[in-house]
């Protein structure tokens, strides 16, 4: 059975149940109906997640003094903690326009409205379940999207699939430009930040292997085409493959977007303008902090670059791996300490976590509301 037939369905779901409950529902009543061994093992994928992000939490604040934590939280300027919310909530509003761009070529019905409102039930998902809400707003805008034949109005143009495509093709572009910034950030300036990558991220991350990193990737990457080789085999003459390669022409068709969407150097544009944000994001919540008055706009771009690495760690929202990361690049790479680092990082992370949190049960009841 298709675990995401309901949201293939979902143009006919009425009320408040939509996107978000419907999947978190029928995670718990899969939980229930699998038997022993299945359950265990998904109880335990959860279970691994929220410990591996309560660990990275006790971690990062077990030498805290919460006098001094809490008195040096009160000396920050709040102005600009509301500045970087602002950015904050730019971004978002950049990243759905920028989204659009992808999906017009398939349903050019969709609005900024429906991206913007995906993006945000998309983020406050991920509170709940690492990755969960990149599938989450493939839902709503698959909802959303204008029948592909009027015979029958469940079939959409914009079905799951193809969303789901378009989805992978920009998180894997928001990827690239992170590594490309972070490359040049690390060339520019190696004697701090290089270091740093090296000898607290790499080296230990090769030392805890027994092999290369390398083989790791080599390895999946000879899996991963043989696997798409044998689907394609035997898409004819395997249902199971046949459904599988139907899924990756739909991901094809959601990939290939972009070289149907119109004015693409807009969608370039839309790049830089959202990373800037970022960059003014850290950077705001870098003034707010009186204890980290002698770093400047390069170090704020360093700062944004490590966040983002620590919300690429399977755990919820980010939480504790973002705390414990950029505690760790500030302590190494500008000699502040770990339990002095923590609150630039309680402080960027919260004012996030809340503007994430506000946008996503706004766009939440509006879509519940709209017919």
């Not at 949201?7 to 009425?14: G, K, T, Y």
């Not at 080789?229 to 003459?237: E, G, H, K, L, N």
């Not at 620590?310 to 190494?332: C, E, K, M, Q, T």
Request: charged share 15%; net charge positive; proline share 3%.
């Amino acid at each position: 059975m298709d675990k995401f037939a309901h949201l293939h369905a979902i143009p006919n779901f009425q009320g408040f149940i939509l996107n978000l409950p419907v999947v978190i529902l029928n995670e718990v009543k899969d939980l229930i109906q699998m038997n022993m061994k299945d359950k265990i093992k998904k109880i335990l994928k959860y279970s691994a997640s929220a410990a591996l992000a309560v660990l990275l939490l006790w971690v990062s604040f077990r030498e805290v003094e919460w006098t001094e934590f809490w008195a040096e939280l009160k000396t920050c300027r709040w102005g600009f903690v509301l500045l970087s919310m602002a950015a904050g909530s730019t971004a978002f509003w950049l990243r759905a326009v920028r989204w659009r761009q992808l999906l017009l070529p398939i349903d050019d019905t969709i609005t900024r409205t429906t991206t913007f409102n995906g993006i945000n039930i998309g983020n406050i998902s991920n509170f709940i379940f690492p990755r969960i809400g990149e599938f989450v707003r493939c839902g709503v805008i698959t909802r959303r999207s204008a029948p592909a034949d009027p015979s029958d109005p469940e079939r959409r143009k914009a079905s799951y699939d193809k969303v789901l495509g378009t989805v992978v093709l920009e998180r894997g572009w928001e990827l690239l430009v992170m590594l490309i910034l972070l490359a040049v950030v690390v060339v520019g300036g190696f004697d701090r930040f290089g270091s740093f990558f090296v000898e607290q991220i790499w080296t230990p991350m090769s030392t805890r292997l027994s092999f290369s990193l390398w083989w790791v990737v080599a390895v999946l990457a000879a899996a991963g085409l043989g696997g798409l080789w044998a689907t394609w085999r035997y898409r004819t003459s395997n249902a199971f493959c046949s459904k599988v390669w139907g899924i990756f022409r739909g991901l094809g068709q959601g990939f290939s977007s972009c070289l149907r969407m119109e004015r693409k150097w807009m969608f370039f544009a839309y790049t830089a303008f959202i990373w800037i944000m970022y960059w003014f994001m850290a950077a705001s919540t870098m003034w707010a902090a009186p204890f980290l008055e002698g770093l400047d706009l390069i170090d704020a771009l360093f700062l944004s670059l490590v966040g983002g690495l620590g919300f690429a760690v399977p755990v919820p929202g980010g939480i504790g791996a973002f705390h414990f990361i950029i505690g760790l690049a500030l302590s190494f790479v500008y000699g502040i300490p770990m339990e002095t680092g923590i609150i630039y990082a309680t402080l960027s992370h919260t004012s996030q976590a809340i503007t994430q949190i506000v946008f996503g049960l706004g766009s939440y009841a509006y879509e519940s509301i709209k017919k």
